[in-house]
């Protein structure tokens, strides 16, 4: 190997300012730099968590760790299923609700599984409309 190649072992690299024997704690600081962000929410603490649902860089303080979202995600959750977001509410109960939860009755009202499940008026009246319009 001549002089002036740099050396083939991991640990050491042709520039010395990025040696790891010479900087021990360039994980630490390469840590740093990566969660060098600010949280979304608040723009004043330094984010720690990636929302699962958006991808928003939050805070402890704005991270849900029951549903691994960040605040706004977790409120905007489906009320029965949690994993996905809501696209309306639930015509009887009030339930934020998602798509796979839902029963689209008449194009504007929407009605839980819950709903239809736990009372036979409601699902009755379901029943119907869905048989009358068809």
Request: glycine content about 6%.
């Amino acid at each position: 190997m001549s002089k002036g190649s740099p050396s083939l072992h991991p640990t050491s690299f042709h520039n010395s300012e990025v040696s790891l024997r010479s900087s021990p704690n360039l994980l630490a600081n390469l840590a740093k730099k990566v969660f060098s962000y600010y949280c979304e929410i608040c723009l004043t603490n330094t984010a720690r968590y990636v929302c699962r649902t958006c991808r928003r860089y939050v805070c402890n303080e704005h991270y849900d760790y029951r549903t691994h979202t960040c605040i706004i995600c977790s409120e905007l959750l489906c009320s029965i299923c949690r994993r996905s977001l809501s696209i309306g509410y639930c015509t009887y109960c009030g339930r934020y609700v998602c798509h796979g939860c839902t029963i689209d009755v008449d194009g504007v009202r929407k009605i839980c599984y819950l709903c239809i499940i736990g009372d036979a008026k409601v699902r009755d009246k379901v029943r119907a409309k869905l048989l009358g319009s068809k």
